[in-house]
């Protein structure tokens, strides 16, 4: 008795843990296997009969058309990756692989959801380029803006600051108060530093107690010398009553511009360490 394949489609579709989707020339998903449900929100008989475009994340409009052309030019697309919005209003990011059947005028499509692998690659990406105490800028992410600010501010032939800060005496906190405690310090005063700053800027913390911050676009020494004021102003701030009895640490400043003190990362950021340091020693008597 010969097999009746088409009868045994859906049965066969509908063991498997990716979606597959038959969608026509309008758009119109004409059928779709029961993998959907977890996968979208939606049921079976949800989606048949409307148009695929309507789940697709707004920001990934233009590709997902674009994709589709070039399948139902003939060419398979195997690894095409774009957002959905689920029943709940969540995104989904979805892996397709999907063909043309020009005999039956259909596009077929298998989906599997890779969100967990993109929030994960995410992840990844942000803690290789972030403190993860404080989330600001890592020394890797800072060097790289700076690099690229400075590439900016010689084409425009701007000028650019870069701010290197050290906490005083921040070493008592941690041995009288703990380490624990020295975090939450140094989480407040990254709170602080990214308050003072604008959106173009960038603050980091270069390690231990040591933050650095990138002034873009700078108009005149005038408006570097308010900006360390507001920053010394900000870090000297009470810590609040949930710091209990420990003094608020200052601040030492050491600053360098672009291009008069320097024409490359190394040498910036070397000046105004070491103007950074020759602050804090002068304060120190």
């Known amino acids: 008795m010969p097999v009746d394949l088409k009868a ?16 026509d020339q309008d758009d119109q998903v004409v059928y779709v296997s029961d993998a959907c449900e977890p996968l979208l929100g939606y049921r079976a008989d949800e989606l048949m009969g409307t148009s ?18 070039q399948v139902m030019e003939g060419q398979p697309h195997n690894d095409f990756c774009n957002r959905y919005i689920h ?39 942000f803690l290789a ?22 590439r900016a501010a010689h084409r425009h032939q701007n000028s650019l600051a870069l701010l290197f800060l050290d906490l005083n005496d921040f070493k008592h906190i941690n041995d009288v108060h703990g380490h624990a405690m020295g975090d939450r310090v140094l989480c407040m005063m990254a709170g602080r530093l990214k308050d003072c700053i604008r959106e173009t800027d960038t603050v980091a913390r270069m390690g231990g107690d040591e933050f650095t911050v990138l002034l873009t676009d700078i108009q005149s020494v005038e408006t570097v010398s308010r900006k360390v004021e507001q ?27 672009y291009p008069a003190d320097g024409e490359d990362a190394d040498t910036l950021l070397s000046r105004a ?6 602050r804090k020693r002068r304060s120190q008597y």
Request: proline share 4%; aromatic share 8%.
């Open 129 to 150: 380029h972030h403190d993860p105490l404080t989330g600001l800028a890592n020394r890797l992410l800072f060097h790289e803006r700076l690099e690229s600010a400075m």
């Open 231 to 257: 920053i010394i102003a900000a870090v000297a701030a009470p810590l609040g009553a949930e710091f209990g009895n420990i003094k608020t640490p200052s601040c030492s400043i050491g600053v360098a511009c």
């Open 52 to 69: 695929i475009s309507n789940y697709v994340h707004p920001d990934d409009q233009g590709a997902t058309r674009a994709s589709i052309i």
């Open 87 to 125: 029943k709940d209003g969540t995104t989904v990011y979805i892996l397709w692989s999907a063909r043309y059947s020009e005999e039956d005028g259909v596009r077929i499509g298998v989906a599997r959801d890779v969100t967990a692998l993109r929030q994960t690659e995410e992840k990844l990406r």
């Open 8 to 23: 045994l489609f859906p049965k066969l579709t509908n063991l498997l843990h990716d979606a597959v989707f038959v969608v």
């Open 273 to 278: 360490d070491a103007n950074m340091y020759r």
